[in-house]
């Protein structure tokens, strides 16, 4: 099976590498509360923890 004679340089290594970066994040707005938020997370509105709509947990849940 074939080996590489030398690795790769580091700017080759780099050259390839820079169009791997992360985009923005896409956010949405939450159609229960209105608020602003992160696609596919579980966000806060006041002490309660929400997701998809639905509440998580509260603040008086987790005591």
Do not use: W
Not at 21 to 45: I, M, N, P
């Amino acid at each position: 099976m074939p080996n590489p004679k030398r690795r790769f340089s580091k700017t080759r290594t780099a050259k390839r590498r820079t169009h791997q970066a992360a985009g923005t994040a896409t956010l949405s707005t939450c159609s229960t509360t209105g608020e602003l938020h992160q696609r596919h997370r579980a966000y806060k509105v006041g002490d309660d923890l929400m997701y998809r709509g639905k509440v998580l947990s509260t603040k008086a849940t987790q005591e």
